[in-house]
Each structure stands twice: as structure tokens, then as C-alpha cells.
């Protein structure tokens, strides 16, 4: 069929010349602010994916966005061959903000992770002195690190890993929440605990209780690092800095990401002790764009926005709203779980109804954009300065797809 609409050809143009390791839903945006998208008919949407947490402060915050074209006019990449007037800030800034001593920038999520991961095996060999190449990292099933070749060599989603063999070694992988496999995996090789405290790629699966404070427990006491991957459920999502501190855990070390870069530039960064990022000497690690001052800026701004503890206060609030709602429906027979922490939400809708794609799709229709992860789990994760009235009137759209 020949496309019509300028959202047909647009579509039409990225399937043929766009590999297609994505299967976007057919809207094409132009244009975004606060919580809405617009795409290339006029059509508005109310976002309630925030490019997976990357914009939580909303498309085009002006705090931002102004800061960005500040940093866009002095100067924005010197490579890390030279120092810059915004690192050493941002450095300090995030280190404070994470109650931790050190900092180690890189662009993506999947970097960030790559980074921690080579953190940890240095320190193993350098401070906690496990023979060459035996360094082992205890991950956890159905978790989501990003897309690198050593990261989907312990992923356990064959989607994520199949032909991307031969992968890297080094990893242990035992179930989500099973605190007695994690600390049977445990062995004086071992030099860190990497995972999610919420998974949310899987379907915002929330840790049993007890056990991120039973992780911290056994890695403190086997002298184990232990890594909270909070890329995309830290910086204000869950109502809290950190999903960490829900459960009155801090590790040591963070892998942050997505919101870092305020949904502008990718900013990811490491974040630990000095003991622990001490380690790395020139030449060991680096990334030509990582902390470059473009990046810098940003975060410093999203920085000074978190510290104001307002879009935390924000994401708990509308949460509680969100979950009563959502917590509504369930019993009815159209959903048969909700589950989340603040302004985030997994939903798994009755499989009778449709799978997480046709919900997603139907939603659409009605304006509505989220994303569906496994079978019939659809997620929302709208920004955090979304509006209560926003919020409800997508709750209505929701509703009225499952037929409520
Ligand atoms: C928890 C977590 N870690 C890592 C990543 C990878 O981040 P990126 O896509 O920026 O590489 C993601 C992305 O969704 C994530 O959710």
C-alpha cells in the first residue's frame, strides 16, 4: 500500500532504511512539552513513558533547556585531555548528592554498567587481592543493564542475548529476591552484587521486603561491592532519590543514568567511595564525551532541581494517587496486577483482553502513550511534573480500554 499521511511515509522511510531492532508504536512526534507529545498531523499525547525515566523534569523544562543553550554558546566538548570549568562541579555536586566521594562519568546506561563492572573486577585484583582473572559478579534473573556485549552475556531474556554469542564469562546469575541463592553464590571470588533494586524492564518487579536490606547484610559482611543499578528507577521516580532508600539501603556504589541528562544529552555516571573509584589510573578507562561540559551543565541543573526535593515530593504524592487508582482496578477481572513505587507503575492487563502491544496500541488511539514489556505488562512512567488532571485523564483512557 502506498503511504498517504506524512505518518505513513515517515514510518514507511524509517522501516527501510532504519535497521529494525525496535517496533515503535505508529505515531510519529514533532514536537513535546511538559507531559504531551505532538505528532506530525497536530495530534496531541499525553506521555506516560518518559523515555523510560530519561525525562523525568518533562519535555523542554525551561530550567534545562536553558541552561543547555547557556553551556551550547561557551563551549561544549574538550575531551577529558584538557579539564573544563564545569567538572569539577558536577563531580563534587553528584558525589554530595549520592553521600558518596567519587564520580566517574561516561554517556549511556549500558556504559555506566560496562564501567561499574570494570570497576569492580580492579578492585577485586587491586584491594580485595582475587587472583588474576578469577573476579566474579553475582547478577540476578531477568534483569535489564543495558545492550553491550558483556551485559547481555547475563542477561536471561533470550530476545537480549541469542546470536550475540560467544559472551564474557565472570557472571553468576540467581533468582530475583532469593536472598539463600545469593549468598550460596557468594565465594571469596566474588568482588560485587550488581542488580536493580526495582526491575523495571521486567515489569517493575518490586523487591520482596527484606531483601535489598539482606543483600546489603551479605555483602557487607563477605567484603562484596554492592552495585544498585538505578538508571532508571533513581533521581526522583519512585518519590526518593534513590529506590534504595525505600528500603533503608545504601550500596556502594550507584550506576545512574538517563534522568542524569534531563532527557537532553546522555549523562551516566559511576558513584562511590574513593577506595573504590581510587582505583582506576590515566589510561585505564574513558570515554571521549563522558563529562563533557555540555553534560556537565545539564546535570548540575537537574542536580539543583533534585535538591530541591520537590519533583520527589511530586512522584510521591501523584504515586499514591496513581496506585490507589491503579489498585482500583484490580479484582475486576481486566487486570491482574499492579505493582510500583511512586509516579511508576507495571501493570499486567488480563491476557483475554489483549496483549501489552494492543493495550498500548488502543491507548494510542485514545492519546494515550506507554510501553508494554513482557506479554501482557504494560508500564507507565509518566514525567514527574505531570498534572493531577493529566494524570486522571489518562487513568480515564486506561479505564476505558479495559473496558471499566
Ligand atoms: C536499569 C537500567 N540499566 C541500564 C539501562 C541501559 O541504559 P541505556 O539504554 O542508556 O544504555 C537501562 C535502560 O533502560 C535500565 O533501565
Not at 532504511?17 to 499525553?46: C, F, I, Q
Not at 562541579?89 to 566521594?101: P, Q, S, T
Amino acid at each position: 500500500m502506498t503511504p498517504t499521511t506524512s505518518t505513513e511515509r515517515s514510518i514507511a522511510t524509517a522501516e527501510a532504511h532504519g535497521a529494525h531492532n525496535y517496533h515503535p508504536l505508529p505515531v510519529v512526534v514533532a514536537s513535546a512539552e511538559g507531559a504531551w507529545m505532538t505528532d506530525v498531523e497536530g495530534k496531541r499525547y499525553l506521555d506516560m513513558l518518559a523515555g523510560y525515566s530519561a525525562l523525568n523534569f518533562g519535555h523542554g523544562n525551561r530550567r534545562l533547556i536553558d541552561a543547555a543553550k547557556a553551556q551550547l554558546e561557551r563551549v561544549t566538548l574538550t575531551s577529558r585531555a584538557f579539564h573544563h570549568d564545569r567538572f569539577a562541579d558536577f563531580c563534587a555536586r553528584l558525589a554530595e548528592f549520592c553521600g558518596m566521594e567519587m564520580v566517574l562519568p561516561m554517556n549511556t546506561g549500558a556504559e555506566a554498567v560496562e564501567t561499574a563492572v570494570k570497576t569492580a573486577r580492579k578492585w577485586g585484583y587491586r584491594i580485595k587481592g582475587v587472583p588474576a582473572g578469577r573476579a566474579k559478579i553475582v547478577v540476578v534473573d531477568n534483569n535489564f543493564h543495558g545492550r553491550t556485549t558483556t551485559i547481555i552475556s547475563f542477561s536471561t531474556d533470550p530476545e537480549a542475548r541469542a546470536d550475540y554469542g560467544p559472551y564474557t564469562p565472570g557472571f553468576e546469575i540467581v533468582p530475583y529476591g532469593d536472598l539463600a541463592a545469593l549468598e550460596d553464590a557468594v565465594d571469596e571470588d566474588t568482588v560485587a552484587v550488581l542488580l536493580e533494586p526495582i526491575q523495571g524492564e521486567a515489569g517493575v518487579l518490586m523487591p520482596p521486603p527484606g531483601y535489598l536490606p539482606g543483600v546489603r547484610r551479605v555483602t557487607r559482611e563477605r567484603g562484596v561491592l554492592f552495585i544498585a543499578d538505578e538508571i532508571q528507577s533513581g533521581l526522583g521516580r519512585t518519590g526518593a532519590d534513590f529506590a534504595c532508600e525505600h528500603e533503608g539501603v545504601v550500596p556502594d556504589m550507584y550506576v545512574l543514568g538517563k534522568a542524569l541528562g534531563g532527557g537532553i544529552v546522555p549523562v551516566s555516571a559511576v558513584v562511590s567511595s574513593r577506595e573504590v573509584l581510587g582505583v582506576f589510573r590515566p589510561g585505564e578507562h574513558g570515554s571521549t564525551f563522558g563529562g563533557n561540559p555540555l553534560a556537565c551543565a545539564v546535570a548540575l541543573e537537574v542536580l539543583a532541581m533534585l535538591r530541591t526535593g520537590e519533583y520527589q515530593q511530586r512522584a510521591r504524592e501523584l504515586g499514591e494517587h496513581l496506585h490507589h487508582e491503579l489498585g482500583l482496578l484490580t479484582g475486576g477481572g481486566a487486570v491482574d496486577a499492579v505493582r510500583g513505587r511512586g509516579l511508576w507503575a507495571g501493570i499486567d492487563i488480563n491476557p483475554a483482553l489483549g496483549t501489552g502491544r494492543e493495550i498500548s496500541e488502543r491507548l494510542m488511539e485514545r492519546g494515550v502513550l506507554v510501553k508494554d514489556t513482557h506479554g501482557s505488562t504494560i508500564r507507565l512512567a509518566p514525567p514527574l511534573v505531570i498534572g493531577k488532571d493529566d494524570l486522571d485523564w489518562g487513568l480515564d483512557q486506561l479505564r476505558a480500554v479495559l473496558g471499566g
